[in-house]
Structures are given as structure tokens and as C-alpha cells.
């Protein structure tokens, strides 16, 4: 019987990993990212004539410090212990060319922007360590661009009318459809319904990405459910496999915490009392989450609404809008379940981190402070976190004009209870029923999102349209943008297109 020989397909080969060889290696690479290249050598190190098994006591190069090294990885004296004015001795030699290959970089953080280091370092030739902090949010929901066996564009089932019913939404019956929401979050067969759905959702999301197919990648399960995360959900935007990276052994992954940085290069854990080795350090561990403007009077920010400031709501108010919620949606009442690599007190956003806030942005309609709802003089636009920036920025921004300019009032749907009015609404600047409604709606993040920034910010996914939906009823506009198909065709912007000219009809 014949044997048969597995062939193995490359882009490029090269032959020999001495200094030609591994600069060959490295420029390709540089040039070439997604190319695959073999790199043969009949010894068992790289090196070349510097190769483990050729050196002996006493060989030097005949080359000083500073003339035999490549010019984007010089030969400090503190990593070497070569010396100016010293001929290099061939052990050091060797150890140079090896560091060389293993350029290490350290990569902090699980979020989109860590995701993106960690490809661009691996895929440019560096040996990756990736340490997610074992008390942070753990690794982010990655999805690929096309879901579902029937390959749909993910962002498109995100404005999809029939899908934004499966999403608890305090504002949700903007989009007319009050009826099947009611059945779907308030009975207890819809909530069967809307688990069943969220399930295949996440169950999809698993399977494409197939996180158990190594050990290594097992380690970026998601600690939560893509339902309590919103905006957080990212895309697997790159050419190629992100997860090759990972079986291939260019990508360790860590779930830890750094405690120290050592003057050596040492990156030392806490969890495991590990010592990482580094060349670079990059955390990709978010934003200043407050502004570095300076508002006047101090106590001017509670008016604003801001969320490092004192709550512009009453007390008694928050609660009531906390109980009220959780009556209408009895899902978000739910304790997370944290998955297998998460510690057991695992807690979304603790109160210890820097984008935590004492309330979330009280904002009518998330642009307004309540304060100034009469004088018209103040809005807040960008505070949503959302897949759609574009889409909301442009109608937020017609809004703002409209209400600036006395073009517009705002009604509120929701009726505030006798027992809040009397008394509890500060100060009795704008309407109670709008003040209430405004609770509502910057409560609800709090129990919607809290896997991503509803504690602070509106952040949503599914919830953007009827969102959409009650800003454009406050301007008097068409909501529907659709015909007859409004319920089963995802929206886009070429569904909004001339909007400010509709209005100024």
C-alpha cells in the first residue's frame, strides 16, 4: 500500500534563520501580513552561524556594540550586558537573534480596542501575551459580520422592527406596536418566547466563534449574556482568523491581574504569582470617562444632569421609577449568570471603577437637563453608546435644532403619580410628567445594561429604532420611513434621508 505525504500550503518559504534569513522573515511579514511563510533551517536553533550548536568558549564577533544588530531592535547594554567599546561575544549573539524572533508584548484588556492590539502585535510578528483582568468585564461578545445559517448582515437585524420586540424597552411603544410587547415581556408564555430567542442569539454567537474548539480560546467565552451587554457586542472585523492567532501559539491568553511592573521588563500577576517577560506594554483598558471642562458654578452640574454630580431626582422618585420597571419588565428582575471563567463575586462595572457614576445622565430624551427644559439654552448630544452613532447623532441633532429654535415641545407618554408631584420634583422647573418619564428612561439602563454602561449611559442595540421612533413623534415626522414590509425589512440611513427637509416643510 502506498503512503500517502500531507502537503502543507505556504505563500513563502525561506531557507536558513541566520541574519538574512530572520530579516527576510520579519520584512515579508511587515509587508505581507496575512501571508503564510515556512522558515526552514537544518539546525535544531535559529541563528545561523550563530546557532546554539556552533558557538564555543571565547567566540567574539569582530563587530563592537552598536554595528552588528538590526536597526529596529538595537542592542542596549541593560538587556545584553555588552558594553561599549566591546567586541560581542557569540553566546550574546544568539540570545540577541532568538529575542528577536520572540519580540514580546504584553496586551491589557478585554474590550474591541484589546482585541485590536492583540491582532495587530501577533499578526506583525510579536509574541503576544494578553492578560484580562480577572476582576474586570472579562473578554467582550465578538460577532462575525454575517450571522444565522442564512448569513445575514449583522447590523442589519439590529434595526429590524420584528426583531427590537425580543428587547425589554421602557420607550418601546414609540414604535406602535404597544400590544405585542405587552405579550412578550409581560406574560408568562411571551417571556418563554423572548428566552427561546435571546438562546439561539447567544447559542449562534458561540457556535460561530467556537470558543471550545481549543484550550486557549475557551478562555474568551463572555462571562455574561450578549442580552444584559448592549453596545458592548463587537465585530470580528479583520481578514483573516483572529482565532488562528490564538492555535497557532503566537497568542496566550491570561485571565489575571497585574500587580507590578519590575525594572526589568517583568510584569508580575497577582492571581497566579506569574512573572511575564515584556518588551512592550500596551493596556487597552478604556476611556476618561468624565470631561476635562470645567463647569461653573460647582453646583451647577447636579442641573445638568450630570452623573458625577449630585442626583438631579429626588430619591423617592428613583425608587418608585426602579419599582415601577422591574413591575413592567419582570425579565430584568434576573441576577446574572456568570460563565466558567469568571470569579464568583464577578460584578458588571464595580463601583471601584472609573466609569462608574453615582446615577446616569438625567437627560430629557438623553439630551436635555430637565432644569433646562424651559430656558432652552443646554444639550447634551453623544451620550448615547450605541452600533448606530450615525443614525442617532443626525436625528438628536434635528431635535436639538427644533427644540432650541421653539420649533417643538415635548409630551410626555407617561403619567407622573400624584404622591411624586407634591413636593418630591425639584423645584418645579418643567412639567412633572416629563421629569417622570425622564426617571424612567435613565433608570431603565441600569436594569437593562448591566453588563455594558446602561448605569451611565443609554446603550443599546435593539432599542435604537423605537428610540429613533419617539424622537421623530416629538418633531411631528413619519416614524414608519416603510411601507407595508416596515415590520420584516431591517431600516438604514437611506430610510432617513432628508429628514431636515421634511421638517421644515
Not at 249 to 260: A, L
Not at 444 to 469: E, H, Q, S, W
Amino acid at each position: 500500500m502506498g503512503s500517502s505525504v500531507e502537503m502543507e500550503s505556504v505563500d513563502l518559504v525561506i531557507v536558513g534563520a541566520g541574519w538574512s534569513g530572520l530579516s527576510a522573515l520579519k520584512t515579508y511579514h511587515e509587508v505581507h501580513p496575512t501571508a503564510r511563510i515556512l522558515l526552514l533551517d537544518s539546525a535544531t536553533t535559529i541563528g545561523g552561524v550563530w546557532a546554539a550548536h556552533r558557538l564555543y568558549k571565547g567566540l567574539k564577533s569582530n563587530n563592537m556594540l552598536g554595528t552588528y544588530e538590526y536597526s529596529d531592535f538595537p542592542m542596549d547594554s541593560a538587556t545584553f550586558g555588552v558594553k561599549p567599546g566591546e567586541h560581542i561575544p557569540g553566546h550574546v549573539l544568539h540570545q540577541y537573534l532568538n529575542a528577536y524572533k520572540d519580540r514580546k508584548v504584553v496586551i491589557y484588556g478585554g474590550t474591541k480596542s484589546a482585541w485590536d492590539a492583540v491582532h495587530t502585535a501577533a499578526t506583525s510578528g510579536a509574541n503576544v501575551t494578553w492578560i484580562i483582568r480577572s476582576t474586570g468585564h472579562g473578554p467582550t461578545w465578538m460577532s462575525p459580520p454575517y450571522v444565522t445559517p442564512l448569513k445575514r448582515w449583522f447590523e442589519k437585524l439590529l434595526t429590524t422592527r420584528l426583531l427590537t420586540w425580543f428587547s425589554p424597552c421602557i420607550w418601546g411603544d414609540a414604535d406602535g406596536c404597544s400590544g405585542i410587547r405587552w405579550f412578550l415581556h409581560s406574560t408568562w408564555l411571551g417571556r418563554k418566547i423572548v428566552n427561546a430567542f435571546w438562546a439561539v442569539l447567544t447559542n449562534d454567537l458561540l457556535t460561530l466563534n467556537n470558543y471550545d474548539g481549543h484550550e486557549e480560546t475557551k478562555k474568551l467565552k463572555p462571562w455574561i449574556s450578549p442580552f444584559w451587554v448592549a453596545s458592548g457586542l463587537s465585530i470580528l472585523n479583520y481578514e483573516t482568523d483572529f482565532y488562528s492567532l490564538i492555535r497557532e501559539g503566537k497568542v496566550r491568553v491570561v485571565i489575571d491581574e497585574i500587580m507590578e511592573l519590575t525594572e526589568d521588563g517583568g510584569i508580575s500577576l497577582g492571581d497566579s504569582g506569574e512573572v511575564v517577560q515584556s518588551e512592550g506594554l500596551i493596556c487597552a483598558t478604556g476611556w476618561e470617562a468624565t470631561p476635562n471642562m470645567e463647569f461653573r458654578p460647582a453646583e451647577i452640574e447636579r442641573d445638568l444632569g450630570f452623573p458625577w454630580a449630585e442626583d438631579y431626582l429626588a430619591t423617592p422618585m428613583v425608587k418608585r421609577a426602579d419599582q415601577e420597571i422591574l413591575t413592567r419588565f419582570p425579565k430584568l428582575r434576573e441576577s446574572l449568570s456568570v460563565g466558567v471563567n469568571a470569579k464568583e463575586d464577578y460584578r458588571p462595572l464595580a463601583k471601584g471603577a472609573p466609569a462608574t457614576a453615582k446615577h446616569p445622565f438625567r437627560l430629557v430624551r438623553f439630551m436635555v437637563p430637565a432644569a433646562f427644559m424651559k430656558e432652552r439654552s443646554v444639550a447634551v448630544l453623544g451620550t448615547p453608546m450605541t452600533v448606530n452613532t450615525p443614525l442617532i447623532a443626525q436625528v438628536q441633532a434635528l431635535w436639538v435644532a427644533a427644540f432650541m429654535g421653539d420649533g417643538m415641545g415635548v409630551k410626555a407618554r407617561e403619567t407622573c403619580p400624584e404622591e411624586l408631584k407634591k413636593g418630591l420634583l425639584t423645584e418645579g422647573e418643567v412639567d412633572g410628567d416629563v421629569v417622570w418619564e425622564m426617571a424612567l428612561h435613565t433608570q431603565f439602563g441600569k436594569y437593562r445594561c448591566p453588563g455594558g454602561f446602561g448605569k451611565r449611559n443609554l446603550d443599546t442595540v435593539f432599542d435604537t429604532l423605537p428610540y429613533i421612533d419617539l424622537l421623530l413623534q416629538d418633531l411631528g415626522l413619519d416614524w414608519r420611513r416603510k411601507g407595508s414590509l416596515k415590520w420584516l425589512e431591517p431600516y438604514g440611513m437611506e430610510d432617513y434621508k432628508g429628514l431636515v427637509e421634511e421638517w421644515l416643510k
